[in-house]
């Protein structure tokens, strides 16, 4: 399974980016997938995540700002990023867990596959 980020850029806060995840490899109709995020010097934190089923979970500090969704015809997983601020710089990763279903919440290390991060820079 291949996992390729996309999207990422420099924007001004307020601004909106959207990130693309192009996936491959795969056959499995069930699926978790999720973006997390990391900044130097800090631990990789998760952002939002959305199973085969729908359920869709938000971190705190993004809810009503992001908007995670799936399209699977296009086996592309993406994240609209809107009303951005500085604190929401880092490198976006995109991971998958194929197979079964994780919990609702999962964590990074549930995750078994990973994208190589999209930069994304947000200026005041």
């Known amino acids: 399974v291949q996992l390729v980020e996309s999207g990422g850029g420099s924007v001004q806060a307020g601004g909106s980016l959207r990130l693309s995840c192009a996936v491959s490899?795969?056959?499995?109709?069930?699926?978790?997938m999720g973006w997390f995020r990391q900044t130097p010097g800090k631990e990789r934190e998760g952002v939002a995540t959305i199973d085969s089923d729908g359920v869709i979970s938000y971190a705190d500090s993004v809810k009503g700002r992001f908007t995670i969704s799936k399209d699977m015809d296009k086996n592309t997983l993406y994240l609209q990023m809107d009303r951005l601020k500085p604190e929401d710089t880092a490198m976006y990763y995109c991971?998958?867990?194929?197979?079964?279903?994780?919990?609702?919440?999962?964590?990074?290390?549930?995750?078994?596959?990973w994208g190589q991060g999209t930069q994304v820079t947000v200026s005041s």
């Open positions: 991971a998958g867990y194929f197979g079964l279903l994780l919990p609702v919440h999962p964590l990074e290390d549930d995750f078994t596959y």
């Open positions: 490899g795969y056959t499995y109709s069930t699926y978790s």
